[in-house]
């Protein structure tokens, strides 16, 4: 029986976002929840699989601070250099309001992302239907975080959101040339 996931659609300053309340993780052999801040629940020892959860984020030993730089702004809004599964380079808004990644059909397609569940998300013009894929990796600037979900809405054309599942458990500080991440102690 397919468990259905909860969309709790936002609609963010830059765009469309969505946050997942709580989304199973799909992996080999998946036995975690993901909560809408990212946090990785081990339910192994309800599955009867011990193991140990996906690899979600690198942090640097040493200062725990990554540095993303700023190509440019769109509206105020940073845009940087996003790396998807190690090859794909593209532009997305650094977006504080958006709780997710998302892309558009465009974007997924030129990387070979597929949808492997649905959801509806709400925009400006009204609820529309999205798709949800998983990506390997995700990089910007020294950060990089793995096996993420990423929305994948039909609305946008060019340029993604880079939302809260890839930095939120970070202190974001956006400079003039450079979004600084610090982690959380």
């Known amino acids: 029986m397919m468990i259905k996931k909860t969309i709790i659609a936002v ?13 199973t993780i799909k992996a080999q ?16 020892h309800l599955c009867g699989n011990p193991t140990s959860p996906p690899s979600q984020e690198t942090v640097s030993p040493k200062s725990g601070m990554f540095k993303l730089p700023i190509k440019r702004r769109v509206s105020g809004i940073p845009v940087v250099d996003v790396t998807f599964n190690g090859k794909y380079t593209v532009e997305m808004l650094f977006d504080t309001g958006a709780s997710g990644i998302t892309i558009g059909t465009d974007m997924a397609s030129a990387m070979g992302i597929k949808a492997h569940d649905s959801a509806y998300s709400q925009t ?62």
Not at 11 to 23: E, L, Q, W, Y
Request: a positive charge; one cysteine or more.
């Open 29 to 44: 052999q998946p036995c975690f929840l993901q909560g809408s801040n990212g946090q990785l629940i081990d339910l192994s």
């Open 11 to 23: 609609v963010a300053f830059a765009g469309i976002a969505f946050a997942p309340n709580i989304t």
């Open 124 to 185: 400006a013009g009204g609820m529309v239907p999205i798709g949800i894929g998983r990506v390997y990796s995700v990089k910007a600037g020294e950060l990089m975080a793995k096996n993420l979900e990423v929305s994948i809405n039909p609305s946008l054309s060019k340029i993604g959101l880079l939302g809260q599942n890839f930095y939120g458990s970070y202190d974001v500080t956006i400079k003039q040339n450079q979004i600084e991440l610090r982690a959380r102690s």
